[in-house]
């Protein structure tokens, strides 16, 4: 643009030619006006006072309506950037395994790694999740939701256990609001463990589809969902 100004002799700060729209892009604004010529001359544009060839119009012209495109561009990626930046982040921390049997380790596991995937898919651009970051596989004795928040920028996180109910399991899920470290939802589900994966799938989607449209909401500063009946 500003190669284009100086063989117009034009001023940005007094423009005759080409405006700059700040934000935005450029405006070509001069008046232009076609003049007659001989049939073995080149028809010329009269513009800001100044002879002007076509091409050389043509080529400014297609040269700001290209920068004026790069610079929308440019905002809308920016807009975007900034908008994702402050979505709501959710922390899935490792589901305990509290059955006292470490073979069901693999299973508490696979269940975490089930809700993160799940939480994922039904975000809808309205929240971001973080399961595989290492402060999230901490021992619980060594688990530090401060830390967590700072570390990772997490608004919420979800915290699991796996535990032996009889001849049943039982999963209780939590989400926090790590501000004030107040529990929003809890979901528990007793099951027989006849088909692991199966169980896996089944409470993940549970847990998601309850935690989903509460940490939507409670960003924005809504109403929570009501229980779900019985």
């Not at 500003?2 to 080409?18: G, N």
């Not at 709501?88 to 509290?98: H, L, S």
């Not at 920028?153 to 790590?178: D, E, K, M, P, T």
Request: net charge positive; charged share 20%; no cysteine.
């Amino acid at each position: 643009m500003a190669q284009i100004r100086s063989v117009l002799d034009d001023d940005p700060a007094a423009p005759r030619f080409i405006r700059t729209i700040p934000k935005r892009g450029y405006q070509f604004v001069a008046p232009v006006e076609l003049v007659a010529t001989t049939a073995a001359e080149s028809p010329e544009v009269v513009t800001g006072g100044r002879k002007i060839s076509p091409a050389l119009l043509i080529a400014g012209v297609f040269v700001s309506i290209m920068l004026l495109g790069i610079t929308f561009a440019a905002g809308y990626r920016l807009r975007t950037q900034q908008a994702w930046n402050k979505l709501p982040i959710v922390a899935v921390v490792r589901f305990d395994n509290e059955t006292a049997n470490p073979d069901m380790t693999s299973f508490s596991d696979g269940l975490t790694d089930s809700v993160v995937e799940r939480l994922t898919s039904l975000s809808q651009g309205q929240y971001k999740v973080i399961g595989n970051a290492r402060i999230l596989r901490r021992p619980r004795e060594e688990r530090d939701l401060k830390s967590i928040a700072s570390t990772l920028g997490a608004g919420y996180v979800v915290l699991g256990q796996v535990q032996r109910n009889g001849s049943q399991i039982r999963i209780l899920a939590h989400l926090i609001r790590l501000s004030d470290q107040t529990h929003i939802w809890v979901v528990r589900v007793d099951r027989p463990l006849v088909d692991p994966l199966q169980v896996e799938s089944e409470v993940a989607q549970q847990v998601a589809a309850e935690f989903s449209p509460r940490v939507a909401k409670d960003a924005n500063g809504s109403a929570l969902p009501e229980a779900p009946r019985q």
